[in-house]
């Protein structure tokens, strides 16, 4: 499965802005979808992800409350809808596939497929 994020930029604190991993050559539905983020100096975190089986979800505490990931099976496209985004945020977020177990999807060395990263940037 290929993979294609989009939807970054450059907004200021309190805005919203709604990531998309479109996938091709393969179905969302039979992969846990995740998102991670990496910071300039910092090692890549998972920030919510969707699991393959039962469509539960994941959140990393930061953003409990203001991140939304669903998936849109027709388009074959998992969202990442973000609100009252804070400095924080800012990092390169990628999205990435995997078919590992429930208990495997926290790790991004479990996760094979990785489509390029599009840049958020969030300014005070």
């Known amino acids: 499965v290929q993979l294609q994020a989009s939807g970054g930029g450059s907004v200021q604190a309190g805005s919203s802005l709604r990531l998309s991993c479109e996938a091709s050559?393969?179905?969302?539905?039979?992969?846990?979808v995740a998102w991670f983020r990496q910071a300039p100096g910092k090692e890549r975190e998972l920030v919510a992800r969707?699991?393959?089986?039962?469509?539960?979800?994941y959140y990393t505490d930061p953003v409990k409350g203001r991140f939304t990931i669903s998936r849109d099976n027709a388009k074959n496209t998992v969202w990442l809808q973000m609100s009252n985004l804070i400095p924080e945020d800012t990092a390169v977020y990628l999205c990435?596939?995997?078919?590992?177990?429930?208990?495997?999807?926290?790790?991004?060395?479990?996760?094979?497929?990785w489509g390029q990263g599009t840049q958020v940037t969030v300014s005070s």
């Open positions: 050559g393969g179905t969302l539905t039979t992969y846990t």
């Open positions: 990435a596939a995997s078919r590992s177990v429930l208990s495997a999807t926290y790790s991004p060395s479990n996760y094979y497929y």
């Open positions: 969707i699991y393959r089986g039962d469509g539960s979800k």
